[in-house]
Each structure stands twice: as structure tokens, then as C-alpha cells.
T-cell receptor, first 113, second 114 residues
Framework: DQQVKQNSPSLSVQEGRISILNCDYT??????FLWYKKYPAEGPTFLIS?????DKNEDGRFTVFLNKSAKHLSLHIVPSQPGDSAVYFC????????????FGQGTTLQVKP | KAGVTQTPRYLIKTRGQQVTLSCSPI?????VSWYQQTPGQGLQFLFE???????NKGNFPGRFSGRQFSNSRSEMNVSTLELGDSALYLC?????????????FGSGTQLSVL
């Protein structure tokens, strides 16, 4: 039972354009969502998060949108840079579960120069 | 501030052996969580420790265990290793006081079981 799904295993965009990574979830008890960036054989690096009481959060080039009714979130990267090429994971947390994140399977983003 | 430190970085074991992995959280962080990453299953939660007590547990067999010390450092032990235990084991730390906290991950221990 995969509670967090990233249906696109890979995404390729041109440098300077927008990258949109999508994530769907099934558990309505999730109240906090995070995006992490990961390189092979390294730990995930936190990018941006959003609480379920919000529908948008921005941090520089990164914006996360949350649509609770659709149980969908997306990460927008504008403009995309070659250094953004990595695997992106969305993760969700149930209220009360501080250290337990449920991760999606990841989307590999390639930004072409 | 130093990040989350995991040792060793790489480990090679044979089936049936046991292994202990170590994690030092960010100073001041009291919660330590462990995750397993495999190509087929992705990132999966193993367990979380807070103030030396296991606070949450994932769906892994009893061969996987952990503990946390008074200085918040944590160890994870896997007994009777199986080939399928080959994975990147990640440790993450946080303050542990709020559900709106981000987790900070270490670089992981790459375990290979032969």
C-alpha cells in the first residue's frame, strides 16, 4: 500500500525553464509534506516543506503547492539549473509522528544545459 | 554546526553475520530516525528514538533493532544478515518536539551482504 506516489520516474527539462515534479498521497491524516533532493550514495537534503494549513510555500527558486482536496502536491523549480539534476523525493508525515516520514519512490530530474 | 554523522561509510558482510551502524545527530537534536533505501523499495522508515526510547517503529522484522544513548547518539543493529539487507542505511535527526520539523539526514552507511 503505497501512501505517497510519484508517478513520473524521470523528468528532463531545458536549463532556464520550469521543472514541475508531482506527488500524490492517499492518507488524509498526513498534515506535513516535505521535498528532498538526493544524489546517489548520499543522504537526502531538505529543500522545502508545507503544512496542510497552507496551499503554497515559496523559498527562492522553489515553490511547493498543496491541493488537499485532490491529495496532490507539486514542486516547481524556476528557473531550472543543471545543478538541480538529482533525484527528488516527496515525503509526508502523519500528525504526531515526528521522525516517521513516508517517502514517494522519487523522480529523477535532468536539467540540460 | 556539524551535520549528522554516520559511521562507517561502507560495510561488507556475509550472510548470517550481524552488523552495528552508528549515528551521531546534530548537536541539540534529541530525535534520531533510521531509514533503509533499496532500489526496489525506496526509502523506508525503520524506527525512531527520542530520549533513549523507541517512539515509533516501521514494518521490519525483529532482526533490525536500535538504541539511543543519553547523548542522543544512536546505533542500529541487524542480526543474521540476509542478502536482501544490502542497502543504504540512513540516519536522520531532528529536535523531536514538533511535527512541523524537517529531518536532517546523514550521508548513510552502504551495507553490502555477500
Amino acid at each position: 500500500d503505497q501512501q505517497v506516489k510519484q508517478n513520473s520516474p524521470s523528468l528532463s527539462v531545458q536549463e532556464g525553464r520550469i521543472s514541475i515534479l508531482n506527488c500524490d498521497y492517499t492518507n488524509s491524516m498526513f498534515d506535513y509534506f516535505l521535498w528532498y533532493k538526493k544524489y546517489p550514495a548520499e543522504g537526502p537534503t531538505f529543500l522545502i516543506s508545507i503544512s496542510s494549513i497552507k496551499d503554497k510555500n515559496e523559498d527562492g527558486r522553489f515553490t511547493v503547492f498543496l491541493n488537499k482536496s485532490a491529495k496532490h502536491l507539486s514542486l516547481h523549480i524556476v528557473p531550472s539549473q543543471p545543478g538541480d539534476s538529482a533525484v527528488y523525493f516527496c515525503a509526508a508525515r502523519n500528525s504526531g509522528n515526528t521522525g516517521k516520514l513516508i517517502f514517494g519512490q522519487g523522480t529523477t530530474l535532468q536539467v540540460k544545459p | 554546526k556539524a551535520g549528522v554523522t554516520q559511521t562507517p561509510r561502507y560495510l561488507i558482510k556475509t550472510r548470517g553475520q550481524q552488523v552495528t551502524l552508528s549515528c551521531s545527530p546534530i548537536s541539540g537534536h534529541r530525535s534520531v530516525s533510521w531509514y533503509q533505501q533499496t532500489p526496489g523499495q525506496g526509502l523506508q522508515f525503520l524506527f525512531e528514538y527520542f530520549s533513549e526510547t523507541q517512539r515509533n517503529k516501521g514494518n521490519f522484522p525483529g532482526r533490525f533493532s536500535g538504541r539511543q544513548f543519553s547523548n542522543s547518539r544512536s546505533e542500529m543493529n541487524v542480526s543474521t544478515l540476509e542478502l536482501g539487507d544490502s542497502a543504504l542505511y540512513l540516519c536522520a535527526s531532528s529536535l523531536g518536539s514538533s511535527t512541523n520539523e524537517k529531518l536532517f539526514f546523514g550521508s548513510g552507511t552502504q551495507l553490502s551482504v555477500l
